[in-house]
């Protein structure tokens, strides 16, 4: 008989080996779907989009334009058609919405999406948020707390190669920030900023033991919070990503939290982990110094990737209610083939808005909703503050 033919042992170089092979693969398929300048475009935004925003007439529209307050866009083609870049829709939607804007004297809110399952739809969420809330004339800044980077990447930026320490959390982490602002980096989308995250922010977990070994008393949970309290002047709100976990990192996240919205999918494993994870979480923050003063504007959770022909979800989604009652949100994500496509060209819904199908307007529609619920929390929040301050 042949002796069989030995495989080499697998060790960690050929982790490695393999490691570096699926890097080149990822970085190989971002170049092909964001050629030729391997960076994201924001959408532009026709008349008719920026009457629909606004809720002009066309001779509204036209009597707006003519008197020039606002960007009056670009003429374009050889029909001479009018586009509006990001940025002027966004001053167009700011002018005809001012109930909706933080009001002056409030400060920016922190909201994290959190979930400590992966594959809920965090990543999705929360990006999908920063970009509505965006259209929404809000100045947003998102800060990715998982070392996965997936935020970062949907961003059109590689975590392995083009994020180092100093675009992340870590140095506040560290020690060696008291602000978050040096990690601030614009994105291709006017008016939403990044705070990066790659696989180096693991070191973030060690970091805060290292200092709560070094330093008693040293409060590990608000590291987060003082980081980015000196920005929320600038920004309407800070929207947090977070890991499939309740890290260190996650619990920093969660207590510098003003809203926490939980994505959750109708089923029965997802919702026995929710509720483990709001035990579990308070649980250790109540064990912290000073934590029983901590006070949110609001906590959610909001129905993910629901399938409307699924009958065990539907009895699932009658257990939510009844867990959750007014904290499940009026809005939910359906599970849609226009979200999954959107996220393997590495974008959303409202990055393919533009020229859309109708499985990308039913999608966009339901994301509209739930930026609608979050701002309806947010405006409510931005007055309490200031009743507050009042006093
Ligand atoms: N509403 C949805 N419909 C279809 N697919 C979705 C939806 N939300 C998320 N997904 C897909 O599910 C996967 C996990 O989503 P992601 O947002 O990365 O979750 P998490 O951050 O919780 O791990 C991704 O492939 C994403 O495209
Ligand atoms: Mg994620």
């Known amino acids: 008989m042949d002796s069989p033919v030995l495989e080499p042992d697998i060790t960690l170089a050929t982790v490695l080996a393999q490691a570096e092979r699926a890097a080149n693969v990822v970085a190989q398929v971002r170049g092909a779907v964001l050629a030729p300048e391997a960076r994201k475009q924001p959408p532009r935004f026709t008349t008719g989009q920026v009457m629909q925003a606004v809720g002009l007439t066309k001779p509204q529209m036209d009597y707006a334009l003519r008197k020039g307050d606002l960007p009056s866009g670009e003429l374009t083609g050889a029909v001479k058609r009018r586009e509006f870049s ?47 809330l965006s259209l929404r004339g809000h100045r947003v800044l998102v800060v990715d707390t998982d070392p996965q980077g997936s935020i970062t990447t949907l961003f059109g930026i590689l975590p392995d190669t083009e994020v180092q320490d100093e675009d992340t959390v870590l140095p506040l982490v560290q020690g060696a920030q008291a602000s978050i602002r040096y990690a601030i980096r614009p994105t291709y989308w006017s008016g939403i900023d990044l705070v990066a995250a790659a696989p180096l922010l693991f070191g973030a977990e060690f970091a805060l033991a290292d200092r709560m070994a070094a330093q008693p008393g040293f409060e590990y949970w608000r590291v987060l919070e003082r980081g980015l309290a000196d920005v929320l002047g600038d920004y309407d709100v800070v929207l947090l990503d977070t890991p499939p976990a309740l890290t260190y990192t ?43 003063d901590k006070r949110f504007s609001f906590i959610n959770v909001l129905p993910a990737k629901v399938e409307s022909t699924d009958a065990a979800g539907a009895e699932v989604r009658a257990w939510m209610g009844a867990a959750y009652g007014e904290r499940l949100m009026p809005a939910e994500v359906p599970k849609s083939a226009a979200t999954s496509t959107a996220s393997a060209n590495f974008g959303t819904v409202y990055d393919a808005s533009v020229g859309s199908s109708r499985t990308v307007k039913r999608a966009t529609d339901a994301f509209d909703r739930l930026v609608d619920a979050v701002l309806v929390q947010c405006v409510t929040a931005w007055r309490k503050q200031l009743a507050e301050g009042a006093r």
Not at 90 to 99: G, I, L, M, N
Not at 274 to 283: H, K, P, T, V
């Open 86 to 132: 990001l940025g002027e829709y966004q001053e167009w939607v700011r002018a005809y919405h001012p109930q909706e804007q933080r009001p002056q004297g409030a400060q920016g809110l922190v909201v994290s999406i959190a979930n400590f399952k992966g594959g809920v739809s965090k990543t999705t969420v929360a990006l999908t948020l920063a970009q509505g």
């Open 250 to 292: 996650t619990l920093n996240v969660l207590m510098a939290s003003d809203g926490i919205i939980m994505p959750l999918p109708p089923n029965a494993l997802d919702f026995a982990s929710s509720a483990q994870f709001w035990r579990l979480f308070g649980d250790i923050a109540s064990g912290l110094p000073g934590a029983m």
